[in-house]
Nanobody, 123 residues
Framework: QVHLVESGGGLVQPGGSLRLSCAAS????????MGWYRQAPGKQRELVAT???????GYADSVKGRFTISRDNAKNTVYLQMNSLKVEDTAVYYC?????????????????WGKGTLVTVSS
């Protein structure tokens, strides 16, 4: 079992930055990919970014060039650096873990979810 805890959300003005963290505890040797999803009010949960163990990161087109996903394997932590934030980035951001990047690209393929952290971009 793996337990994911997100932190770092909050209120920020348009154009500002935030860094989200996802601390993982427990062990599941089938987990090789981590990522971030987000869900805005009234919308479906959507994939934001993914990163595999030692692999290249992947991003949704809507955040490419503005968000950066990274991981610190020694700390069992995944980060999402969000720059140039827009009002439309407002959402609850969820950390996700799964067996492969391909499985992680659909909500049904996610093995573990965090409880989420709220990001509000507003002036």
């Amino acid at each position: 079992q793996v337990h994911l805890v997100e932190s770092g959300g909050g209120l920020v003005q348009p154009g500002g930055s935030l860094r989200l963290s996802c601390a993982a505890s427990g062990s599941d040797f089938s987990i090789n990919a981590m990522g971030w999803y987000r869900q805005a009010p009234g919308k479906q949960r959507e994939l934001v970014a993914t990163i595999a163990s030692g692999g290249s990161p992947g991003y949704a087109d809507s955040v490419k060039g503005r968000f950066t996903i990274s991981r610190d394997n020694a700390k069992n932590t995944v980060y999402l650096q969000m720059n140039s934030l827009k009002v439309e980035d407002t959402a609850v951001y969820y950390c996700a873990a799964g067996g492969t990047i391909v499985r992680l690209t659909t909500t049904g393929g996610v093995d573990y979810w965090g409880k989420g952290t709220l990001v509000t971009v507003s002036s």
